[in-house]
């Protein structure tokens, strides 16, 4: 502050001019005040903005490194419905020529004399108590397992084929979602000052 003996209405230093640098003397040392501040203010944001960086770049990071596991993962499921598809078509395959042999001839008369039920002699042979011939029975009971399985081999085929295109699909989406992630971060390194 200017020294106060020197003032007066008369002299260089009116009392309006001290006045003046007096207000002028306390805005410097609040503007002095206000700059350390805001300099303070400057250094806090700009590391909590380089550690908000660098939180998003490790959220991306850890984002893309578990897309790469659940891919793995999923190259696996699909590796694994395969080998079931195929096992089950297998099983369709077999229990369907099963099923034809079991069926056995289209027509009566392709059917060899030996083998039919209703011959003379096994109508003679089965009006006799206990000798019934059952075989007949078994045949037509084992026919119908065979058709309820090829319906279930054949349920069970559709359900792994519709897995199939559901982890195709999942797989395709990951990787997009990979390609996307991958492509965020590279813009983000392109357009940022830090590594």
Do not use: W
Not at 24 to 46: G, H, I, N, P, Q
Not at 96 to 110: I, P
Not at 147 to 160: G, K, M
Not at 175 to 180: F, G, M, N, P, T
């Amino acid at each position: 502050p200017p020294d106060t003996d020197n003032v007066g209405p008369l002299n260089a230093m009116t009392p309006e001019a001290y006045e003046a640098l007096k207000h002028a003397d306390e805005a410097m040392s609040t503007t002095a005040e206000l700059a350390c501040e805001s300099r303070e203010t400057t250094k806090k944001v700009a590391a909590a903005q380089d550690e908000a960086r660098k939180a998003v770049a490790r959220a991306l990071e850890q984002k893309m490194a578990e897309t790469a596991a659940l891919s793995q993962k999923l190259r696996l499921s699909i590796t694994d419905n395969r080998n079931s598809l195929h096992k089950t078509q297998r099983h369709y395959d077999r229990t369907n020529y099963s099923y034809s042999v079991n069926r056995g001839a289209e027509e009566y008369h392709s059917i060899p004399l030996g083998e039919r039920l209703d011959r003379p002699l096994m109508r003679v042979y089965q009006r006799h108590p206990g000798t019934q011939v059952p075989e007949a029975g078994y045949i037509r009971k084992d026919h119908e397992k065979l058709a309820d399985s090829l319906y279930n081999s054949s349920r069970h085929v559709a359900a792994l084929k519709f897995n199939r295109e559901n982890l195709d699909a999942n797989l395709k989406d990951k990787k997009a979602a990979l390609d996307v992630d991958s492509e965020i971060c590279r813009m983000r390194r392109a357009k940022s000052f830090y590594v």
